[in-house]
């Protein structure tokens, strides 16, 4: 049988309970072996990102105590723009005999089909869609069935509680002084604080 990994990419400036909490649900509900996260390298949608270097650090003590989780820099070490399609093609060709669940959030899955390739992306995973709350948009539905129509795509729906957690009102919390201790990881705060990130520059989500 092979393995079926989750991969939860994204910008993680920074990580927070919301994206660990996404991932233990993707692990539970979609019977995934684990979940990869991908921090984002450099971005044709974002310019002002803080250093990936520091994101990657940041990831990597989020998910230190939990063996299911692991972080790939398969996007910060590429040259040039990172694009999906690229990422989960390199993927394949490394883990052999794998499924990847590509794991993402419902404004991102109504406009996938903008993206650089979009088949090549339904082709290399099948799609995990975040829907909030119990019940699916039906707006969600809608694109799902369109996706399958025109790309074969398999896509599941994640119903997670509504998670009212943002890594910008975190950025916006440290640079106006106010605690936001409860909201990531203990070790991913200590970093923070100690590298004072966030406490002038502004950064694109």
Same mark, same amino acid.
């Given at each position: 049988?092979?393995?079926?990994?989750?991969?939860?990419?994204?910008?993680?400036?920074?990580?927070?309970?919301?994206?660990?909490?996404?991932?233990?649900?993707?692990?539970? &509900?979609?019977?995934?072996?684990?979940?990869?996260?991908?921090?984002?390298?450099?971005?044709?949608?974002?310019?002002?990102?803080?250093?990936?270097?520091?994101?990657?650090?940041?990831?990597?003590?989020?998910?230190?105590?939990?063996?299911?989780?692991?972080?790939?820099?398969?996007?910060?070490?590429?040259?040039?723009?990172?694009?999906?399609?690229?990422?989960?093609?390199?993927?394949?060709?490394?883990?052999?005999?794998? &499924?990847?669940?590509?794991?993402?959030?419902?404004?991102?899955?109504?406009?996938?089909?903008?993206?650089?390739?979009?088949?090549?992306?339904?082709?290399?995973?099948?799609?995990?869609?975040?829907?909030?709350?119990?019940?699916?948009?039906?707006?969600?539905?809608?694109?799902?069935? &369109?996706?399958?129509?025109?790309?074969?795509?398999?896509?599941?729906?994640?119903?997670?509680?509504?998670?009212?957690?943002?890594?910008?009102?975190?950025?916006?919390?440290?640079?106006?002084? &106010?605690?936001?201790?409860?909201?990531?990881?203990?070790?991913?705060?200590?970093?923070?604080?100690?590298?004072?990130?966030?406490?002038?520059?502004?950064?694109?989500?």
């Amino acid at each position: 049988m092979s393995d079926r990994i989750g991969i939860l990419g994204g910008t993680f400036n920074p990580i927070h309970m919301g994206h660990l909490k996404l991932a233990e649900l993707a692990l539970t &509900e979609l019977n995934l072996n684990s979940i990869m996260f991908i921090p984002s390298g450099k971005s044709y949608m974002k310019s002002n990102v803080l250093d990936a270097s520091l994101r990657l650090e940041m990831v990597k003590l989020a998910i230190s105590g939990n063996s299911r989780f692991s972080v790939n820099d398969i996007e910060i070490k590429r040259a040039g723009n990172s694009y999906s399609y690229e990422t989960l093609e390199t993927l394949h060709e490394a883990y052999e005999d794998t &499924e990847f669940v590509f794991i993402t959030g419902a404004d991102s899955f109504l406009s996938i089909d903008k993206w650089k390739c979009p088949g090549r992306i339904f082709r290399a995973a099948s799609l995990a869609v975040l829907a909030r709350g119990d019940s699916t948009d039906e707006k969600l539905k809608k694109k799902a069935f &369109e996706y399958k129509r025109i790309f074969n795509a398999k896509v599941f729906f994640l119903h997670a509680p509504i998670i009212d957690i943002s890594s910008t009102q975190i950025r916006n919390m440290i640079k106006n002084g &106010e605690p936001a201790d409860e909201l990531v990881p203990p070790s991913v705060y200590r970093f923070i604080n100690e590298h004072k990130i966030y406490l002038k520059e502004s950064f694109d989500e």
